[in-house]
């Protein structure tokens, strides 16, 4: 469990109106602590110290949710494009799809965003471990940063070794005579890596923000939404490229 | 005094900078409409500056004025401006969730209009494919001036304007959901906040296809692909294919991802204008709406119903008859939870009509200004729905007088009526009633006298995008005095407009200095300023009797202390 710092629970009487309905207004001035307090049960926590966090991680879900959109915007056109074909002279309907063999290194960058999704969870988890976040917040040194700076400079590493090979790959592709523009599969399959790329880039930008953060930020809340933020991120660019690789693989 | 400082992040602020930069955007749009109706009938004028306009510059204005209205002023206004402005006071926040997030949308959507203005100044000009911007014209660079650079900076603009609206939306909807005070269940929200929750989804989703479409066009454009290019395009009399690596691509892509943005947007546009006008109806018939769990429902079904009809747009674009069916029943299916708005609206007038505001103020005939226009268009929809006669009303003026008057004038007038009612929020005065009730009523007849007559125009046939009547089309030439009727009374209702600034720039600094709770609301927007906090339990549309009178219940009126 993550750390966090709620406020101890006061006695709170929850009455339970019994009727599963709006429960009846309180208008005696009790100074809380009775009546209609928290009578929905939500969780304290909202308006505790995690609410930074967890406003946060909202907007970062809203917004990788349009971002998936955006990538499955793409995939549409890629199936819609597999219907491509023209006739030909003699009125024979010839296929324009080309299924075209993807590089084996995918296979190797995929383990390698694995890993490195690995790796970032290693250093997230690091962050919200509960006795090292108590020591930094108590001013006794950096446990916790000092333990996950090294998992976050393997993830940013291993992100760049990714990269590298989705640039060998496309090498490989180009020395085939493959290029963005050759047909409408290959113009399809660098569109999609590129912008996973694209994506994965402002991924490590964000690590090496986060690195900086966790030295250069001075509250342990702040710290860990920017490890974790960048966690997420990264876990969502991995589970994208999952999608994209099986997409790529076996959907041609 | 003005609460705006350009720079903060702070809510207000940057909600005034969206409605000022729609303002700018509607004063430029509504004079290239001018020009556009000018153009109609007095096709061969020679103007001071231009010259005589071609029919290719009819087709730049006609870009321009739907990207401006569309984009600029429809979208940025009712959510992004006001949804800014007023949304975290509504909920009882203090400030928005995201703040400088907010205030970066509101950065990259002034950077996307300046690139699209600039459009105007490139050689070629702006360009000429409509707001829709369908391919092959849009896609390659020769087919007309315009298409070149002005086309690019459209597409980078739109782009921009995309990533900033997503922004907009990842930032409601977090406000929205982390951001309420003690005791504001979603159920007690008021209507604006749920149409301001309905309309951030919306935009979530639709503003991230378009993006992807731009990608994909402006791969197109400049890195040979052929998403949308067909084969076999003679351009300038030269073969396409020729010049093109493989273009095999095919329009119609281009129409599905453009229409699943499309037609969600112009529900961004009016689900704001609902929600406001249900708020205002219910502030100024001193009653609650006839039952909220309706509307909110009624709201759902539309944002949800949305995003499953846009092939209403492209009924004739060769797309499987049968789909034509499944958008038809669908679209006719979406009238049902907007005329059970219209009714509930209806029912509370009636049922409002001893209890009313007497004499009804200035936001207040705004908002039965939209609720007639947006009958008088919503009528002419589930026409339109329908294939059969879509087939011969699509792309002509039936069309035209359709979407302006649900579009352009509902949306417009819930737009006036929400600054007319929010401007003591923005300024601490109130607009000016006398001229308010000019702008009204002018307004309201200019409108109807403009866009009335279009029904006609489009049943005897007369296409959208046509430049002139006479000449080549000379079939049309007996619609000219129609025409002429209409582009006169849309010179009067541009003009009408001009009390409204007029109003505007005096009340800014000379307008009545406006009391508290000036429109005796019950939202929490209105609440006095030092009220910090509150808990909220019950709904935000209750009014009480006290004596004779009835008297709003402030949503956070019954204030319990923290524990």
Known sequence: MPATFTRSTTDIERKDTGIGGKPPVDRRPTGGGGGDDNWDHHPNGRRGPRELLSRYRLGLFFALAGDLVFFITLVSAFFVRQNAGHFDVRDNYVSDWHPLAIPPILWINTAVLLLSSLTMEMARRHLFHEIDVMEEWLGLGRPAVRRAAPWLIGTAVLGALFLTGQWMAWQQLASQGLFFATSQNSHFFYLVTATHGLHLLLGIIALAVALCALFLLRKVELRQIAVDCTAWYWHTMGAFWIFIFVLLTYFQ | ?563
Request: with cysteine.
């Open chain 2, 1 to 563: 005094m003005i609460f705006w400082r350009p720079f903060s992040a702070d809510h207000r602020s940057v909600g005034i900078s969206y409605l000022l930069l729609a303002l700018c955007a509607v004063t430029l749009g509504t004079l290239l409409s001018v020009f556009m109706r000018i153009h109609i009938i007095a096709p061969y004028l020679n103007l001071p500056f231009f010259g005589v306009v071609p029919p290719e510059g009819y087709l730049a204005l006609v870009t321009m004025h739907g990207t401006l209205m569309v984009f600029f002023v429809l979208t940025a206004a009712p959510v992004n401006g006001f949804a800014s402005l007023v949304l975290p006071a509504q909920i009882g926040a203090r400030s928005m969730a995201l703040p400088r997030l907010n205030a970066l949308s509101f950065w990259l959507t002034a950077l996307s209009l300046a690139v699209l203005l600039a459009a105007f100044f490139v050689p070629g000009g702006a360009p000429i494919s409509g707001w829709t911007n369908y391919p092959p014209l849009s896609g390659i660079a020769g087919t007309g001036p315009g298409q070149a650079t002005g086309m690019d900076l459209w597409l980078v603009s739109i782009g921009i304007f995309c990533l900033a609206s997503v922004l907009h939306a990842v930032c409601l909807l977090t406000t929205i959901i982390t951001r309420r005070c003690a005791g504001m269940t979603l159920m007690r929200m008021p209507l604006t906040v749920w149409s301001w929750l309905v309309t951030a989804v919306l935009m979530l989703f639709a503003f991230s296809i378009l993006l992807a479409a731009v990608v994909l066009l402006l791969s197109d454009r400049h890195f040979g692909t052929g998403f949308f290019i067909p084969k076999g395009e003679v351009i300038n009399g030269m073969f396409y294919d020729h010049l093109h690596p493989h273009p095999d691509g095919s329009p119609m892509l281009w129409l599905h991802l453009f229409w699943f943005f499309g037609h969600p947007e112009v529900y961004i546009a009016i689900l704001p204008a609902m929600g406001l006008t249900t708020s205002l109806l219910a502030n100024f018939l001193r009653r609650p709406p006839v039952s909220y769990r309706f509307m909110v429902v009624t709201t759902l079904a539309i944002g949800g119903l949305g995003l499953m009809v846009w092939g209403h747009h492209m009924f004739v674009s060769g797309m499987n008859p049968y789909a034509g069916t499944a958008f038809g029943l669908i679209t006719m299916a979406i009238a049902v939870p907007s005329s059970g708005k219209v009714l509930g609206w209806l029912a509370m007038l009636f049922q409002g009509r001893g209890s009313r505001v007497s004499p009804l103020p200035t936001p207040m005939l705004f908002t039965l200004g939209f609720l007639s226009f947006f009958v008088a268009g919503g009528l002419t929809g589930p026409i339109l729905a329908q294939p059969i006669l879509d087939a011969y009303l699509h792309n002509t003026y039936f069309v035209v007088a359709h979407f302006h008057l649900i579009m352009a004038m509902a949306g417009v007038f819930a737009l006036f009526a929400a600054v007319y009612y929010w401007f003591p929020l923005m300024t601490g005065r109130l607009m000016n009633e006398h001229l308010g009730k000019w702008h009204f009523w002018l307004s309201l007849i200019g409108a109807y006298g403009t866009f009335f007559p279009m029904h006609f125009a489009g049943l005897a046939g007369m296409p959208r995008h046509y430049a002139q009547l006479t000449g080549s089309t000379s079939s049309l030439a007996s619609l000219l005095p129609l025409q002429t009727g209409i582009t006169h009374s849309a010179i009067f209702l541009a003009c009408a407009q001009l009390l409204f600034l007029v109003n505007l720039a005096w009340s800014v600094r000379r307008g009545a200095i406006a009391p508290e709770n000036p429109w005796q609301a019950t939202t929490l927007e209105w609440a006095a300023s030092d009220l910090i906090e509150c808990r909220i339990s019950h709904s935000p549309y209750e009014y009480r009797f006290d004596g004779n009178v009835l008297k709003p219940v402030m949503q956070c009126s019954i204030q319990q202390k923290q524990e």
